[in-house]
């Protein structure tokens, strides 16, 4: 084993919060070593409590796989500030932007699932979205909400409520 190698385990330690782009925030319960077709690799192992879902990625691919700890106070503040910007949602087909807005929510960034969030949300004044629109903007709304509650220590619903509030406030 590489010193980098070595490094890199420590770099995740059970208990720690972290954020897989496609499956939102989750909680590493350790790092354990495995022999999977004769190859010995250690694994961080991830459980995501909302999806009852356990996942397993090796420490060399953590960094490539896009395995990242919670965003900082700043970022998140960025992310924040997002959701009281004006909507650019463009009028380009719903199915391209359906994609681009995909392509956002699983890149894990909390300022693009708030750009999503945001050109998604709409007022009391504003028409009703469709079915598909209102599934993606509440999978951004609650991905986000898990990682601002996760940040701050608060439950999903607050974090939840928090998010809203600001966009109420744009």
Do not use: C
């Amino acid at each position: 084993m590489t010193a980098k190698t070595k490094a890199k385990k420590s770099d995740y330690a059970a208990g720690d919060h972290v954020v897989y782009p496609t499956h939102g925030v989750g909680r590493v319960l350790g790092v354990e070593t495995q022999e999977i077709s004769g190859i010995t690799l250690d694994l961080i192992v991830i459980k995501f409590e909302k999806d009852r879902m356990t996942l397993r990625v090796p420490v060399e691919k953590a960094e490539n796989s896009g395995l990242r700890k919670l965003s900082t106070r700043k970022v998140m503040d960025s992310a924040l500030q997002t959701l009281k910007g004006r909507s650019r949602a463009k009028k380009t087909m719903w199915s391209r932007r359906a994609q681009e807005y995909e392509a956002k929510i699983n890149s894990g960034d909390p300022v693009s699932i708030a750009e999503v969030v945001r050109d998604l949300h709409r007022g009391d004044d504003q028409p009703d979205q469709s079915y598909s629109e209102r599934q993606m903007y509440q999978a951004a709304l609650e991905r986000l909400a898990r990682e601002l509650g996760a940040l701050e220590h608060i439950d999903e619903a607050s974090a939840q409520a928090k998010l809203e509030k600001a966009l109420r406030a744009a």
